[in-house]
């Protein structure tokens, strides 16, 4: 006898309830460590928290206090560090009822763009304005500056702390050594940026380090021309010595950057994307292969994924339906509705 094919979508995830829907558009989300709650960085200056360690997400006061867009987020137990379009960065305890610890209000001479954490020790940030700094993780206080000369777009650590990635405007990524700032080594990832006349577009949007600190992902769109952007997704893998291992792209140049990525402890990258309007999707992509074992879920313009400490759920975030371009649908009094990020939890299939 034959042994029976999986079927097709044997490895797509499954929608569980209904989206949240935020009245705001997201940049943002992240799982707390211990999972119980969920996070959201907002247009409107307030980072939305929802407990959902019960049967249904129940949504708690935001933490408020940024003066622009919130445009990053990291945890660190209890802590969570977000920056915003106005070069603050702010630390707040989500389980206490006057959640902010401390914040610096100039962090960065504008956009902050990213920031990332090691649990216990220190916080980094990056920004327009070219420089990595580095903060204390308990009372924020500055103990380390680089200037990068560049617009510096993301920021990760190692695992290990000991040293930490940059990524910038023009597709380069240095790691630089923690707290002397010395560039340890670069790694290009040049198509990830293009000169259209005038415009600079694209560059190193996102990085992650999978959990053995082995391999390090670099992601953002291989763009095709300015203006009104058309790219195509990509994100680059290479091992800690600079060489690349393998790579993950998209289909056209209408599916746009890669916004956000999440490593799966079993061994694959979980991203998203966001193009042309209407345009977006999630997927799922092991390192080497040539395409991903999934890619869709019919969201548009997604922004942001998060997973669950579990591993068993993943949050994505994208923006309401037909909220885009000309063809955008008015409501009943004939007015525009304002855009929001519905967020949709969906299972993660088990991958043998």
């Known amino acids: 006898m034959q042994p029976k094919k999986a079927p097709p979508d044997a490895n797509a995830p499954k929608e569980l309830g209904k989206p949240l829907v935020p009245t705001t558009q997201i940049n943002r989300i992240r799982f707390s460590p211990d999972g119980k709650m ?3 960085a907002c247009f409107d200056g307030t980072v939305k928290r929802w407990d959902v360690s019960g049967k249904e997400p129940v949504e708690l006061p935001a933490i408020t206090g940024h003066n622009g867009w919130v ?4 945890f660190a137990g209890n802590a969570l560090f977000s920056t915003d379009s106005w070069g603050a960065i702010i630390a707040s305890d989500v389980t206490a009822k006057e959640p902010k610890s401390w914040g610096v209000e100039n962090a960065h001479d504008g956009w902050a763009r990213g920031v990332s954490v090691v649990p216990g020790s220190d916080v980094a940030t990056c920004g327009k304005d070219g420089f990595v700094r580095l903060w204390n993780l308990t009372d924020g206080k500055k103990f380390g500056e680089f200037d990068l000369k560049a617009d510096v777009l993301s920021v990760c650590f190692a695992p290990d702390g000991k040293s930490l990635f940059a990524g910038d405007l023009f597709g380069i990524v240095r790691e630089l050594e923690v707290p002397s700032g010395k560039v ?3 790694f290009e990832a040049k198509e990830l940026h293009r000169l259209d006349r005038i415009q600079d577009v694209g560059g190193v949007k996102n990085l992650m380090v999978s959990a053995d600190g082995k ?8 763009p095709k021309s300015g203006g009104f952007v058309q790219c195509v997704p990509l994100m680059i893998a290479f ?3 600079g060489k690349r291992l393998s790579q993950y792209k998209g289909v056209n140049d209408n599916e746009g ?8 402890p079993d061994g694959y990258v979980i991203g998203t994307t966001s193009g042309q309007p209407g345009q977006g999707k999630f997927f799922f992509w092991k390192p080497g292969e040539a395409a991903p074992f999934f890619s869709g879920g019919k969201l548009p313009n997604c922004h942001s994924v998060a997973l669950h400490p579990k591993g068993e759920i993943v949050a994505v975030s994208a923006t309401n339906a037909n909220s885009s371009g000309n063809g955008r649908v008015k409501d009943k009094g004939g007015d525009y509705p304002a855009n929001n990020s519905p967020i949709q939890m969906w299972s993660v299939p088990k991958i043998v």
């Open 38 to 40: 969920l996070v959201a």
């Open 71 to 74: 445009t990053s987020l990291a």
């Open 184 to 186: 340890i080594r670069t």
């Open 215 to 222: 391999t390090l992902f670099v992601a953002g769109a291989e």
């Open 239 to 241: 091992d800690r010595s």
């Open 257 to 264: 950057y890669i916004t956000d990525l999440a490593w799966h």
